[in-house]
Each structure stands twice: as structure tokens, then as C-alpha cells.
């Protein structure tokens, strides 16, 4: 797994930073006879409720493919949601618990 992290205050730079990314790792492994699984990139707005409120999800492509949008995210064993609240990963621990 690998992830390309972004932080800024406007969507806008988040977007182009991450389109530019995106792009150049995508020419790169085009270069060395690589491919990128299309089908399992997503991409992620962390922020807080009321922030996201008002803001839609990331609209990313690359090579003509629209990246997925996700509210939340498994990332080294841990549901990461787009609020940091943990609450995806509370909820998991629980089901587990339950079910012994």
C-alpha cells in the first residue's frame, strides 16, 4: 500500500497537488513496465464535521479513470475515518468483542 498525503487548508491546492502526484507516479511506473490498480486508489478529505459539511468529496482522475472518494480508510490495521474521530475503528472493535 502506499499513500500520498496532502495537507492544506484549500481544496483547490489539495487537489492539484494530489492530481500532480498522481500523475507523475503514474508516468513513473508507465516507465518501469508497472501499473497502477485503478480499481483500489481512493482518496480521502480529512477535516472536521463542519468543515466537511460544506465541502464535497475530492474529484481526482487519472488516465481518464475518476478516483473513488471514501469516508473512511484502512490504513496499517487501523479504520481511519474522514473526521479522525475514530469512531469507524470503535465501532469494528466492538463487532469483534461481540461476536467472541
Do not use: R
Not at 497502477?36 to 465541502?55: A, M, R, V
Amino acid at each position: 500500500m502506499t499513500v500520498n498525503l496532502v495537507s492544506d487548508k484549500n481544496k483547490e491546492h489539495i487537489m492539484s497537488a494530489l492530481l500532480k502526484d498522481l500523475q507523475l507516479v503514474s508516468h513513473w511506473l508507465v516507465d518501469n513496465k508497472l501499473s497502477l490498480h485503478l480499481g483500489k486508489t481512493e482518496t480521502i478529505l480529512f477535516g472536521s464535521k463542519p468543515k466537511l459539511k460544506n465541502e464535497p468529496d475530492l474529484d481526482i482522475s487519472c488516465n481518464g479513470t475518476k478516483i473513488k472518494a471514501t469516508h473512511s480508510v484502512k490504513y496499517i490495521g487501523a479504520t481511519l475515518d474522514q473526521h479522525l474521530s475514530c469512531e469507524s475503528m470503535v465501532n469494528e472493535i466492538i463487532i469483534k468483542l461481540a461476536h467472541g
